[in-house]
């Protein structure tokens, strides 16, 4: 199939289509979203897939292309578009009883979720336990996507989107402008968002009646790392990160500053939102999950066991090496590899207490036992390890004498164990311990009756009787008692 390059307004798709007819009827509809597959715009009041595992949307006719494992997940949708001068349809929000206009509905039931709602992750086990799988999704009025797209979105593969256009879905920048609409904000509780390219043509789409904000996102070094400020470049006025009082602001033209932390945040959520994200990866047969606690904080993705994953030493972020090294976590402090590990703890751990085997760290000089407290240890030279109570805190130092400039390390992570199971051992130790103890006294009762020598390895002990002019000698070898008649010297003159 040729390949055939398609002007689509202020981006240029590369990606083939099955024909120029295709093409234009997509092109003389309104869409909605994007596939993630073939990057073709989907079509509002025509039905398309949402994945609740991926957050991902596709068209009907890309459904084998996604991983069928997330086939559960998988929820029907048909957008809605509000008309201009359509009065308001609020109902509550089933979970946050917020009362919306812009919502998803189930087909089915009495299921209003606003979307918010809809699209928190913290719901999906929610939605995945719904009986039903149709919703109708109702937008603003005039809410309108391209019709094709390229399925890879370049702002996100370089770590640099702080939020996402709605018209083309790249992203935003640090220091880009964004365009807000301050009407459906505060009118429909939903808020439109443009790139300062797409913003001219959506401006003349969307309702010119409604009012703009324009905001600029600008890192301000120097600050706190969690800094977050709001301020009117008209009338110089701080105000809260609060959209109603945005909304309701006379100006239009804002800055938003945040410190590098949250930025870091911003970032990360909209390398999660991103609807050009490749498909996430869930457990395959055969798979087992490393366990809870050592999650990628940036696609909040679980990690497997021997994955390959990046920790910060600074402020202990971890993050899977997809995000790292496809430059979506566009992390401002060092990142250093590492492979998890878990760990089984032996039956016999109760040996480990009897004989004190613990391990000590090289960080706070404390003990540990490496089968019950998880550890990172350094793989190159195997004699650096570091607690996991240094691990949880901030700046820890990794340097140490070690050939490696920066060596991959291990996280050492036992299988959590139930407190019975630890109870068990505790005995078994204490009770090895107690026959430890009289077994060294009972050592010292039979060393108070020795009396003399200690010959060859082999400790004798000798006590003498005379009886009938016969010298009896017990003695003690290897743990046998002999009885042994000698002729006493005085005998031996008689003769």
Known sequence: MPLTTYACGPTTCLKPHLSSTTLVVAMTNRTCGVCCHCGNGLLYDQLYIKCLFCDLTFCHTCQEDHPQNHTDGFRRLV?????????????????????VHCRADCTECDLHLCLDCF???????????HEHDSFTVIRVPDLYCLEIYDTTCRSCKAGASLIHCGRCFEGIADGEMSHKCKTCLNKYDELPVYCDTCWPTARNDHDPTHSWAA?????????????????????????????PTIARHAHSRFVWLFGNAEKENLAQGAARRCPRKAPRRILQQGEELHGKGM????????????????????????????CVESGTANHRHHLIPMRLQRTTPPDDFWRALVNGDARVCDQCSESYYADMTASLSCSACEEYDICQSCVSTLNIH????????????????????????????RNLAAAAIQKREQDEDDADDILCIRMEGVGEGVERGRAKMQMQNVLTYYEKDGGVVETVAVVSDDDNDDD
């Open 79 to 99: 957008d809605r578009s509000t008309h201009r001068d359509a009065p308001l349809d609020t109902k509550a929000c089933t979970h946050c009883t917020t009362m």
């Open 119 to 129: 699209r928190d992750p913290a719901l999906r086990d929610s939605l995945m336990e």
């Open 215 to 243: 905001i600029k996102q600008i890192t301000k070094y120097g600050a706190g790392e969690t800094y977050r400020g709001f301020r009117c470049l008209e009338c110089f006025q701080e105000l809260p990160l609060d959209p």
């Open 295 to 322: 999650g990628c904080q940036c696609c909040w993705e679980q990690s497997r066991r021997g994955a390959k994953m990046y920790y910060c030493g600074s402020c202990g972020f971890t993050a899977c090496a997809h």
């Open 398 to 425: 990794l340097a140490h004498d070690c050939c490696t400039v920066y060596p991959e390390w291990t996280y050492n992570d036992p299988e959590p164990q139930s407190e019975e199971w630890f109870e068990r051992q």
